[in-house]
């Protein structure tokens, strides 16, 4: 299943609203889970953009504010045991794909009751165990380690799948081709997920990519593509459902290019000189907070006074994150090369 | 005279470049805005799109386009704004831009500059913090340059972009924003020439780009509460090295230290130590120190961060130790 050929109104992230059946999301307790991953992950960010003005957050921040269903979405989908790769703007894939909330917020606070123990940060939040192969700081780096781990799934024989988040920028990273070359002639179980949100750090994405149609660079490849409105979480969820699907039945990789903004800077702090404010204001009426909450409604699952509740819910647990994190040391000078080697290397200083 | 940063000694570097010469063009992510530290500030709106050109992210295409376009007739300003991302281009740095005279017999020169920002950062976390001046000096055919202040940054660079080999062309993130006095003329700083940052007569700091600023101050503390009069030899490039004024400097003090942000082991002080131990064996009242990062990555957690990379305070530990044994 190749869909090369688009409507044109996709590329601005404007896609039909028309919303597919989604069977789950009939159902309350899937959907009220779905929105509350949602919640959590704007609220996170937001408390971080609000933590590093006060000088709380060490290093710097790129929230996952705007994009939230597509890790959500995406993730729904996923069993513990699958994989996830991610990037510099990682914190939503991590809480989409469960880790754990404290241990997130503190590894942000560089704090060594953090998931990394503080050494790697904002960009570097990963949890083994629950199969996130960690936020990365070197753009499309997790392509090719995406790559890997399909070939390990399939050197197992199990039936898990690895899903690869990367940005549109990244999608011009020489890594991305080599990956996709590989997954889709060895028939990986891997999903590219390319999150299309306009803007590689200050440059649009128009002056540096060939095609205005991301899927096409999977079509290239021989591997099936989807395109979808990333703002839109039921779609997201059925789109990557198929995907899912797909790889785990040993049908091979999918690209699937979901189209959505970043709601902030590039970072915490960026003045974002390079697009108009017309134009954020313009892309936040496409909220995807805003989209599942009318669809919610639509269907009769939850009304504002639920809505209201998850919220009060969603920010107790955050603010308790943060206490802990707050309340939480950091590490001990003298340990700063522990962790280097799995054993103690002689003669190196 | 006035006072500018660093980067904006950089940005004045290379418009004169460009002004006098068309074949002087420039390449990296972002860098129509002005790029991450404000080192190509103004730049596109001097001298336009054909010759500031915004890149995708591809460091094996800004690399890599800029050897074929130096073998060709231009005179690339390939950048990367962080160090690091120099790893996905390390095929076209070393196999290529280093290799190609030599390899095809001196037919052709090389004239690329590879900037790029390096040093810690206020926990910019391990892949974002890094110096890797040992890997690039290392390799036979590429110059390597580390200034530290504003004005040999102008200097050097303008030289950089003269110079018919491929330069490494590194600049601190700590200081590209810190201020000095530069000269507004267009001038040149030759490659190869340490400078002399302070005379002194009790032992010679060696070092360069950040740890010049660094070992400075730890001058100022060594004399005042510890009476040693520190001597500070700043390299400014690593390739080619001026090693005469190093011994020079070492043959009067009879002590060294030598000092950089870079890991230790392995790291570029190694070569220094030793070649002063080569030609002054017999002369040193003391072995040769170096300080430089810890073994690790360096962490994002601002406790680890200071204890792997040195400061001025360890710069004087090391001094204490080398002239009271
Ligand atoms: C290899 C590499 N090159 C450059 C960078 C600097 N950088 C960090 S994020 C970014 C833009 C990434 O854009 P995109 O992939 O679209 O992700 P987004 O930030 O939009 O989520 C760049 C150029 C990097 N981190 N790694």
């Given at each position: ?308 509740l998850e919220k009060e819910t969603i ?16 590490p001990e000078a003298h340990t700063a ?13 | ?285 003391a072995p040769v120190l170096r300080v ?34």
């Amino acid at each position: 299943m190749v869909d090369i050929w688009l409507s044109d109104d996709h590329e601005l992230g404007i896609a039909s609203l028309e919303v597919p059946v989604a069977v789950d999301f009939k159902d309350i307790e899937t959907s009220l889970e779905a929105y509350r991953k949602l919640l959590l992950i704007r609220t996170f960010e937001e408390t971080l953009e609000a933590l590093f003005a006060k000088g709380k957050i060490p290093g710097f921040v790129h929230t996952y504010i705007g994009q939230e269903a597509i890790a959500v979405g995406v993730c729904t989908n996923l069993r513990t045991d699958d994989y996830v790769t991610s990037t510099h703007r990682g914190h939503g894939h991590a809480i989409a794909k469960g880790i754990d909330l404290n241990g997130l917020m503190a590894e942000v606070f560089g704090k060594v009751t953090g998931i990394c123990k503080g050494r790697g940060g904002s960009m570097h939040v990963a949890d083994f165990s629950k199969g996130i192969l960690g936020a990365n700081g070197i753009v499309a780096a997790g392509t090719v380690i995406a790559a890997g781990a399909g070939l390990s799934i399939q050197t197992r024989e199990e039936d898990q799948v690895v899903i690869c988040f990367f940005g549109d920028g990244g999608i011009n990273k020489g890594t991305v081709h080599e990956a996709m070359n590989f997954c889709s002639v060895k028939k990986l179980p891997v999903v590219f997920v390319c999150e299309n949100n306009q803007y590689a750090q200050f440059t649009s994405r128009k002056l540096t990519t060939s095609v205005s149609d991301l899927s096409v660079r999977g079509v290239a490849y021989g591997m099936s593509t989807e395109s979808v409105d990333g703002n839109n979480l039921v779609e997201v969820v059925e789109v990557s459902r198929r995907a899912i699907d797909n790889a785990r039945e040993g049908l091979g990789p999918t690209l699937v290019v979901a189209d959505t903004y970043r709601f902030g800077g590039h970072y915490v702090g960026d003045p974002q000189a390079y697009r108009s404010e017309d134009e954020v204001n313009e892309s936040r009426r496409r909220d995807p907070l805003l989209l599942f909450e009318n669809y919610l409604e639509l269907h009769g699952l939850a009304d504002s006074d639920r809505f209201e509740l998850e919220k009060e819910t969603i920010s107790k647990l955050v603010n308790k994150a943060v206490m802990f994190a707050e309340q939480s040391d950091y590490p001990e000078a003298h340990t700063a090369t522990d962790y280097v080697f799995t054993d103690l290397i002689e003669g190196r200083q | 005279m006035r006072s500018i940063s660093f980067g904006q000694a950089t940005v004045e570097a290379t418009a004169a470049a460009m002004r006098e010469d068309d074949t002087v063009v420039i390449t990296g992510e972002d860098i129509g805005w002005g790029g991450n530290f404000g080192q190509f500030k103004g730049l596109l709106e001097e001298f336009g799109p054909k010759r500031v050109l915004d890149m995708p992210i591809s460091e094996a295409l800004i690399l890599g386009s800029a050897v074929g376009a130096a073998v060709t007739g231009l005179r690339p300003i390939a950048s990367l704004s962080f160090v690091e991302f120099t790893m996905g281009a390390m095929d076209e740095i070393v196999n290529q831009a280093a290799k190609f005279r030599y390899m095809f017999g001196g037919q052709v020169s090389v004239p690329m500059v590879v900037r790029a920002s390096d040093g810690v950062l206020r926990s910019s976390g391990p892949q974002h913090s890094e110096s890797f001046e040992a890997f690039f000096s290392h390799m036979p055919g590429l110059k390597v340059v580390a200034p530290s202040n504003p004005a040999d940054a102008k200097g050097l660079l303008r030289s950089a972009i003269d110079d018919d080999d491929p330069v490494v062309y590194l600049e601190n993130k700590k200081i590209t924003f810190r201020r000095g006095p530069v000269p507004e003329e267009d001038y040149r700083t030759a490659l190869g020439q340490a400078s002399i940052a302070r005379t002194g007569s009790d032992v010679s700091l060696i070092t360069y780009s950040v740890m010049t600023q660094h070992a400075l101050e730890a001058a100022q503390v060594l004399l005042e509460e510890h009476s040693v009069d520190a001597e500070v030899v700043d390299l400014r490039s690593l390739v080619p090295l001026d090693i005469d004024s190093v011994l020079r400097s070492v043959a009067k003090t009879r002590r060294a230290v030598v000092c950089h942000e870079a890991w230790t082991f392995g790291g570029f002080g190694a070569e220094i130590a030793s070649q002063i131990n080569e030609h002054l064996f017999g002369e040193l009242a003391a072995p040769v120190l170096r300080v430089g990062a810890q073994s690790a990555p360096i962490a994002f957690s601002p406790p680890l961060e200071r204890a792997l990379v040195p400061e001025a305070s360890e710069v004087v530990q090391a001094v204490l130790r080398t002239v009271k044994p």
